[in-house]
């Protein structure tokens, strides 16, 4: 019997350039999110090996990776992807919505400035990258829980790029790359995946238009942070429990490299979380 089925098609992987921080001092002991629960306990030395799972693997896939120091008090600096946004060389710096992810913003900052980028200190609350990933040269910022949406003009007046708002309704999916991924950084109608559910009716049509193709990704996969991933254009890694996510990956081209972050879910975070993009 002959297989009429049309093939994937071909993927090409492009350089990435990353910052990621050591979890050695991760622990919850505060609650800012729907993920965690101060009460239960964590593994400080498990979330370390799983993060270095996750930094091996990039390392493996030839990708430059640059390391920033943890401060202790701050447990949440793992989740480097919030530190800030890069791109065209310009760092624009986050300014967290909660007191206790604070002072983050700074200590990003001065490793910007330490590292040859050209620093932007925000006016306007946001959440780096953990809000806006650009796709082809638009950026696409999330907003209704952690970034304002005045940031959002900032962005446009800092890289003089089109930017998107998407506004997220799902308290659990509270950054826009917990709930939205860029496969594909050069854009196109597949260049992405998504949690319907996620968005508000009209940044779902909004979806729906510019990406007809799109992967969606159900709750079971989403509930595991399966979107949260970090993709070079071939080679996507994701949470190892997105199985669905990882099954629909394959069909389309792309390389799947499932990672356990398990115990860094517990403060909120996933793959992308740990991992803040360094665009020259």
Known sequence: MTDHSPAAPSRTATHRTV???RP?????SYRINPWMHPEDPTDTSLAVRQWETLYAKYLELGYDVH???G????P?????ANGGYVLDGIAYGALFEYPERQPEGPAYMDWFRANGFDVR???ATNEGEGDMLLVGDTIYAGTGFRTDVASHEELRAIYGREVVTLHL?????????TAFAVLDSEGGPDSVAYLPKAFSPESLAILQERFPEAILVNDEDATVLGLNSFSDGKNVIIASRALDFERQLRERGFVPH???????LLGGGGVKCCTLELRR
């Open 19 to 21: 910052l990621m921080c």
């Open 24 to 28: 050695e001092h991760f622990t919850v």
């Open 67 to 69: 390391l920033i120091d």
């Open 71 to 74: 401060l202790p008090g701050l």
């Open 76 to 80: 949440d600096m793992v989740y480097a």
């Open 121 to 123: 200190e925000p006016v």
């Open 169 to 177: 309704v799902d308290p659990s999916f509270y950054h826009l790359d």
């Open 258 to 264: 499932g990672v356990d972050l398990s115990e860094l």
